[in-house]
């Protein structure tokens, strides 16, 4: 067993040569992640290139359906 990692919930020393040990924090459960991570391996969240929480499609579409909406109102 020549590839032994004294935490096994840890990167193994093949991820640290690639991404680097640099971590940031989930915004959203606070557990350490790669800082280019796109998603937090512990709760799921989403994260976007800075490490934040990327806006929910559903919340897009529905800012953009309410302004629609919104217009349809007051033209008519």
Known sequence: ???YDPDPE?????D?????SETA????CGA???D???ICNNCGAVLDSEGGKKMPVWVFVA??????????VFVL
């Open 63 to 72: 800012t953009i359906l309410a302004l629609i909406a919104f217009a349809l």
């Open 10 to 14: 840890g990167p193994s020393e093949a």
């Open 1 to 3: 067993m020549t590839d």
């Open 32 to 34: 350490a992640v790669w």
């Open 25 to 28: 924090l989930c915004p959203q």
């Open 16 to 20: 640290v040569e690639r991404f680097g």
């Open 36 to 38: 280019q991570a796109t």
